[in-house]
């Protein structure tokens, strides 16, 4: 697969540009999608580009053991690489609103319920959650490796690959992901995106 080993390719949309649309517009997809998660493969690509044996790895072992990375390439790798995935997660994470499913089902659906005693309740703390990011960064639902749900923030394009965590929902907090249409108001961003929020199921 060309989106997740060297060399790198810009993967599509899933859907159309307007599709998210009220919630995400397509001007603001097409800067986020095109322009910053292009950026961020173009960036791998060059990272990578004097290192042949770290080209036959894929994206997931790559960022899951950063200290086998040389340390002159490190940095470019993880900012680049990291931007990579977690933009991969965002964008197929989120579908058309008459699509979905945006609520959980089944054993997802009672997990949260027993973990933050109400859907409700999980929207409002996973929000608080992403509000708290302070300047750059990421909030995810996470299954951790024992079982448990958890909310975590992530700065810049860090990742918890490595960790054992599985990333359930992922959404994004930089300001270019919303600026264009919310401006600097990042609730209303994160109110609506529960629209086009995508749940997997378990
Ligand atoms: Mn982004």
């Known amino acids: 697969m060309p989106f997740d080993t060297y060399p790198y390719e810009l993967m599509p949309l899933p859907y159309p540009y307007d599709a998210l649309e009220p919630y995400l517009d397509a001007e603001t997809l097409h800067y986020h999608h095109d322009k910053h998660f292009g950026a961020y493969v173009n960036g791998l690509n060059a990272a990578l580009k004097p290192y042949p044996k770290l080209q036959t790895l894929t994206l997931k072992q790559l960022l899951s053991r950063p200290e086998r990375l040389p340390q002159k390439a490190r940095t470019a790798i993880l900012r680049n690489g990291g931007g990579v995935y977690n933009h991969t997660l965002y964008f197929v994470g989120l579908s058309p609103a008459d699509q979905g499913p945006h609520e959980p089902q089944g054993v997802l659906f009672n997990k949260i319920n027993r973990t933050f005693s109400s859907f409700a309740n999980f929207k409002r703390l996973f929000n ?69 929020l995508q749940f997997p199921t378990l």
Not at 144 to 152: A, E, K, N, T, V
Not at 156 to 172: A, E, F, H, K, S
């Open 128 to 196: 608080q959650s992403a509000l708290d990011v302070f300047g750059s960064g990421w909030t995810g639902l996470f299954l951790s490796p024992d079982g448990s749900l958890q909310i975590r923030n992530l700065k810049n394009q860090d990742t918890l690959l490595g960790t054992g965590m599985r990333p359930l929902l992922y959404v994004d907090v930089w300001e270019h992901a919303y600026y264009l249409q919310y401006k600097n108001l990042r609730a209303e961003y994160l109110q609506n995106i529960w629209n086009i």
